[in-house]
């Protein structure tokens, strides 16, 4: 698990340092770097994984990772400013560094209070990977007995923002070699993760079914349905025998079972969300936040988000929220929300999403994080 994500010149997080939980929740106002917080990790997680490619337009696979390139006139500003990112996990500390040259990561290496990038924590030697930029090859020198046990935290993030309408897609089948995922982060490929769960795992396709009954009193039944010899679509049938395809499901009920997928998948290191509560029912919040708490406990995967609702923040504990601020002169700053002053005075008469609320102006959230009154 990670413990602890660090950020330097990453977009608007110009020195940033989050303490992090299994489950954890970012608040906080508009373009505070709630979303870049999730890249950043996100992307240090996939390069510990494997590294970026870029296609032949010079885009980067499987995802941008918001990393500088050598201008058009290959000359460096006299100037650079290096990207740092780093996460703490249990046994160590993973970074990557990167400037207008190319990118270098270290595992088991700690970032330190002089001008100086790293402190090492042993006299061994460090694994160290270097990525050239413009080409995208990796090299790799030294080992450490931990890089094993830093790397196994950091296996792979899945990163979810849902669009109802890539939910809607027909898509293709899941071979029975290949991973149980979404194929973007908007979530297309929906039916086919079905039609896997369906057919690997004997129980879960009912339960989700019983769920589904349950949350939404219309349904009957939820069908995987052929629409040709290598594409499905989702269908529902209603109690009054009507079936509808997925271009005609509510908002609602697609995203319900995008969350409700995501426990049966192949379960990743670390689960990114943004803002789960998007087009759900107020009632159905709380229930998408026990499925993400489940897969917590399941799996031992972790899971961050950013949300605006106090309804996802009232299902999450105090140490599991930390409020997100950003001025021009410092950048973004992360505080756990229990940290706040007055917080356990405050406590006893708010719940913690209406705290946030009451307590928070949605631009600075300055009388939250300075004790004064709303």
Request: glycine share 8%.
């Amino acid at each position: 698990m990670i413990h602890t994500f660090y950020a330097r010149n990453y977009g608007c997080l110009v020195d940033t340092e989050a303490s992090l939980t299994p489950l954890h929740a970012f608040i906080g106002p508009n373009d505070s770097g709630k979303s870049t917080l999730l890249h950043g990790v996100r992307t240090v997680v996939q390069f510990a994984g494997s590294g970026f490619q870029q296609d032949n337009k010079g885009r980067w696979e499987p995802f941008d990772p918001y990393l500088p390139t050598l201008p058009s006139s290959q000359e460096l500003p006299q100037t650079p400013h290096d990207i740092l990112l780093e996460c703490g996990v249990d046994g160590g500390w993973y970074a990557i560094k990167t400037g207008l040259r190319g990118l270098e990561d270290r595992a088991g290496e700690r970032r330190s209070s002089d001008t100086s990038l790293y402190r090492d924590r042993s006299s061994d030697p460090r694994p160290r990977r270097w990525l050239d930029i413009g080409t995208g090859t990796v090299a790799q020198e030294g080992k450490h007995p931990s890089e094993q046990q830093i790397l196994s935290q950091l296996r792979q993030a899945r990163l979810v923002r849902f669009d109802p309408d890539a939910l809607r897609e027909p898509s293709g089948l899941i071979p029975e070699t290949q991973p149980v995922g979404f194929v973007d982060d908007r979530g297309y490929g929906l039916a086919g993760i079905y039609f896997a769960i369906r057919n690997r795992n004997d129980d879960a396709f009912p339960r989700i079914v019983d769920d589904v009954r349950r949350h939404f009193p219309t349904i009957k039944g939820l069908r995987v349905k052929a629409v040709t010899s290598s594409k499905v679509v989702l269908e529902v049938e209603l109690v009054n025998g009507a079936r509808v395809e997925a271009a005609r499901l509510s908002e609602g009920l697609l995203y319900y079972l995008a969350f409700a997928a995501l426990r049966y998948m192949d379960p990743v290191s670390l689960l990114l969300v943004e803002e789960p509560e998007n087009g759900l029912h107020p009632a159905r919040i709380a229930e998408v936040m026990r499925i993400l708490r489940a897969i917590v406990e399941e799996s031992g995967t972790q899971v961050l988000m950013a949300t605006h609702s106090p309804l996802v923040v009232n299902e999450l504990k105090p140490d599991e929220v930390s409020v997100v601020t950003r001025t021009p002169e410092e950048g973004t700053r992360v505080k756990r929300i229990k940290d706040t002053p007055d917080f356990e005075e405050r406590s006893k008469v708010y719940a913690l999403g209406e705290l946030w609320i009451a307590y928070a102006n949605g631009e600075d959230e300055a009388p939250l994080l300075e004790g004064t009154e709303p």
